[in-house]
T-cell receptor, first 109, second 119 residues
């Protein structure tokens, strides 16, 4: 079993839709939870990070962590074609980042 | 935000040759850099952690004699793929962490990646 599981998609939504991206994990030692966005043939860029259970909002993005269920989510409101990318969850508890497989998102105009 | 560059952005080489990839932190000093490999449609896999002035720490299953890492300065780390073979073809991505932020992984900045194709 992988430490971090993420549905690779692809996920296709119309412009303006609310997007929900999720990851599950098995290692209860993970303390930091991050979401990265990666455009094709580019390095990942950090979107959001959280430390504890709960919600964190930044503009159209909301990150949610449920440590009791070992489940994290990223919500994108009013999705735009420019949001089309691969979204990777990542987490750490020991100084190293463990990434999910990434979900490929396509937002259609 | 902090910028990390990689050079080259892509490289094609013949089987058996060696390829060097550079990772630079452009506007900050990075005591720690990380090297990742990413195969198509797959996640980033950490290969090694590189600390300035000391030997790199390799992840399990990564051959340290094949993937040579040198972190000679606070702004430069290099990854050399020695005697490259077609199965080494991948997307290699480095990241750099600002000093004094070991507990804050959000300050790990990623480079744009280097695409390696071994024929």
């Amino acid at each position: 079993q992988k430490e971090v599981e993420q549905d690779p998609g692809p996920l296709s939504v119309p412009e303006g839709a609310i997007v929900s991206l999720n990851c599950t994990y098995s290692n209860s030692a993970f303390q930091y939870f991050m979401w990265y966005r990666q455009y094709s043939r580019k390095g990942p860029e950090l979107l959001m990070y959280t430390y504890s259970s709960g919600n964190k909002e930044d503009g159209r993005f909301t990150a949610q962590v449920d440590k009791s269920s070992k489940y994290i989510s990223l919500f994108i409101r009013d999705s735009q074609p420019s949001d089309s990318a691969t979204y990777l969850c990542a987490m750490s508890g020991g100084g190293k980042l463990i990434f999910g497989q990434g979900t490929e998102l396509s937002v259609k105009p | 935000g902090a910028v990390v560059s990689q050079h080259p952005s892509w490289v094609i080489c013949k089987s058996g040759t060696s390829v060097k990839i550079e990772c630079r932190s452009l506007d900050f000093q990075a005591t720690t850099m990380f090297w990742y490999r990413q195969f198509p449609k797959q996640s980033l896999m950490l290969m090694a952690t590189s600390n300035e002035g000391s030997k790199a720490t390799y992840e399990q299953g990564v051959e340290k004699d094949k993937f040579l890492i040198n972190h000679a300065s606070l702004t430069l780390s290099t990854l050399t793929v020695t005697s490259a073979h077609p199965e080494d073809s991948s997307f290699y991505i480095c990241s750099a962490r600002e000093p004094g932020t070991s507990g804050r992984l959000e300050t790990q900045y990623f480079g744009p990646g280097t695409r390696l194709l071994v024929l």
